[in-house]
């Protein structure tokens, strides 16, 4: 079992930066990818972001690209997400995941089997 324990949620005006961690709470992850998506209220879950833990190679959708980035810890088993320049079309509930099976279809939540519990990121005009 991985379990995903998520942080780094909050409240913050456009233009402001927030920084994710999700953590599998002292497992390695080397073996596995992670991604970050995102849920608004009325809205169907929407990649974000993701990242190999073995190889570190990166992957974002096009509404984020050149204002977040994700990152991995040395140990493998963490992933970061620093989002800058925040607007405030970003503010949904963000979920980190995780597969442990390298997967063509990164963008598409369902080839991800393990979740955090969402953490809010709310970001004002």
């Known amino acids: 079992q991985v379990q995903l324990v998520e942080s780094g949620g909050g409240l913050v005006q456009a233009g402001g930066s927030l920084r994710l961690s999700c953590s599998a709470s002292?497992?390695?992850?080397?073996?596995?990818?992670m991604a970050w998506f995102r849920q608004a209220p009325g809205k169907e879950r929407e990649f974000v972001a993701r990242?190999?833990?073995?190889?570190?190679?990166?992957a974002y959708a096009d509404s984020v690209k050149g204002r977040f980035a994700i990152s991995r810890d040395n140990a493998g088993n963490t992933e970061n997400l620093q989002m800058n320049s925040l607007k405030p079309e970003d503010t949904a509930v963000y979920y980190c995941?995780?597969?442990?099976?390298?997967?063509?279809?990164?963008?598409?939540?369902?080839?991800?089997?393990?979740w955090g519990q969402g953490t809010q990121v709310t970001v004002s005009s």
């Open positions: 002292g497992r390695t992850l080397s073996n596995y990818f």
């Open positions: 990242i190999s833990m073995s190889s570190g190679s990166t």
């Open positions: 995941a995780a597969s442990s099976r390298t997967v063509m279809r990164y963008y598409n939540p369902s080839e991800y089997n393990y």
